[in-house]
């Protein structure tokens, strides 16, 4: 099992998972967490952790391994998904089928399966980034915050709009 740890978020992104959760655009943490994923590879944003900002130093979000266990199916799929696509330009599709299939699995290297989740991590952190952004950061009112929440929606439904899957598949 892949996600099979407790998840800890720090710093910013700690701050930012929390607010998307508070102001109720997610009902837990890992809605957020895996929502965060899929936007941070949509938008090609990587994020870095950061907790030394005096603001954020101290926060701290944990994603408990019992919610994890429940969501492991979506969980890895999106991982495995990321895997498969993230430098589709440079990694052959051999090296990514094993990137995102073998390398959790194989004790030898687990080297590379830390980076593998680091990578990912990445992606999600800057998932969360993009949510905050689009979101909640010019978001003044409650009202404001579902303006910009139905702005996000409907910027992805678009985006998405004149795709098929036979696109798609030829992409990779």
């Known amino acids: 099992m892949i996600f099979d740890k407790n998840i800890i978020i720090v710093g910013k992104h700690s701050a930012y998972i929390d607010l998307l959760k508070e102001k109720g655009f997610f009902k837990r943490h890992l809605d957020a967490y895996i929502n965060a994923a899929v936007v941070g590879y949509h938008y090609n944003r990587l994020g870095i952790e950061d907790n030394k900002s005096e603001l954020y130093k101290d926060k701290r979000t944990q ?20 895997m498969l696509l993230d430098k589709k330009d440079e990694i052959s599709i051999e090296d990514r089928i094993s990137r995102a299939f073998r390398e959790d699995s ?45 702005e996000f929606v409907k910027e992805q439904h678009i985006s998405f709009i004149n795709v098929n899957a036979d696109e798609v598949l030829k992409a990779l």
Not at 66 to 81: D, P
Not at 115 to 143: C, H, P, R
């Open 106 to 150: 194989i004790e030898e290297i687990k080297d590379k399966h830390l980076q593998n989740m680091a990578l990912f991590k990445s992606y999600v952190l800057g998932g969360i980034e993009v949510l905050y952004e689009k979101i909640i950061e010019k978001g003044a009112t409650d009202q404001d915050l579902m303006k910009n929440a139905y």
């Open 63 to 82: 994603i408990h391994t019992e919610q994890l266990i429940g969501e492991s199916v979506i969980l890895e799929f999106i991982y495995r998904l990321i």
